[in-house]
């Protein structure tokens, strides 16, 4: 069974920071490319950040220059460092990752449970 477990969200003021970390649980080979997205009330989910296995990353034009996305692939892990919060970026904030579990030997997308940031004015 794999698991995405995230970390770190709460509640800050505008201006502030935080630190989004989620760890890959599991039996699996090939830990590709790992990324967070978001999902504010009545809105659709929306990328933020994602990272290839080799360190190449992307960004949402929102989140540029505030965010930064990094991985520790020893400890299958990644990590989103979000500066200069603001309001909007408040939303419910999701790990994903592509990978081959063992059980299926197929490439697959997994999902974690969510982690809520709030973000006051």
């Known amino acids: 069974q794999v698991q995405l477990v995230e970390s770190g969200g709460g509640s800050v003021q505008a201006g502030g920071s935080l630190r989004l970390s989620c760890v890959a649980f599991?039996?699996?080979?090939?830990?590709?490319?790992m990324g967070w997205y978001r999902q504010a009330p009545t809105k659709p989910r929306e990328l933020v950040a994602n990272i290839t296995s080799g360190g190449s990353t992307n960004y949402a034009d929102s989140v540029k220059g505030r965010f930064t996305i990094s991985r520790d692939n020893a400890k299958k892990t990644v990590y989103l460092q979000m500066n200069s919060l603001k309001p909007e970026d408040t939303a419910v904030y999701y790990c994903n990752a592509d990978l081959v579990p063992i059980a299926t030997m197929r490439r697959s997308e997994y999902w974690g449970q969510g982690t809520q940031v709030t973000v006051s004015s």
């Open positions: 599991g039996s699996f080979f090939g830990l590709n490319a």
